[in-house]
């Protein structure tokens, strides 16, 4: 007979707290990574990758496993598609940093 974690939590068998922390280790490691290959439907995943593409300032090459992010990506990364949308990002952040630059002074 399986073990339900509510179970283990309710027993003292298992620390929430411990639990959680590591979970979010898992999540920042997962995020601080140049890729990502895992499952979209997770939604755990799902935050590392958009943690990911965060922190790179641009979507980040991907694999799922198991599914698209959306209907209107595919599962795997692809530079048609998401290329147009890096440069335009990218484009973007450069026009931001310009007009940063210049209200200094």
Request: net charge neutral.
């Amino acid at each position: 007979e399986a073990t339900r974690i509510e179970d283990l939590l309710g027993s003292g068998a298992l620390d929430a707290a411990a639990e959680f922390a590591e979970v979010l280790v898992d999540v920042f490691l997962l995020a601080d990574a140049d890729a990502y290959v895992g499952k979209f439907t997770s939604n755990l995943d799902r935050l590392a990758y958009a943690l990911l593409a965060i922190r790179r300032g641009a979507a980040a090459p991907y694999v799922s496993l198991d599914t698209a992010w959306s209907r209107d990506t595919p599962a795997r990364f692809d530079r048609g598609v998401h290329g147009p949308l890096q440069e335009r990002l990218a484009a973007a952040a450069h026009a931001k940093r310009l007009r940063n630059v210049t209200r200094k002074k």
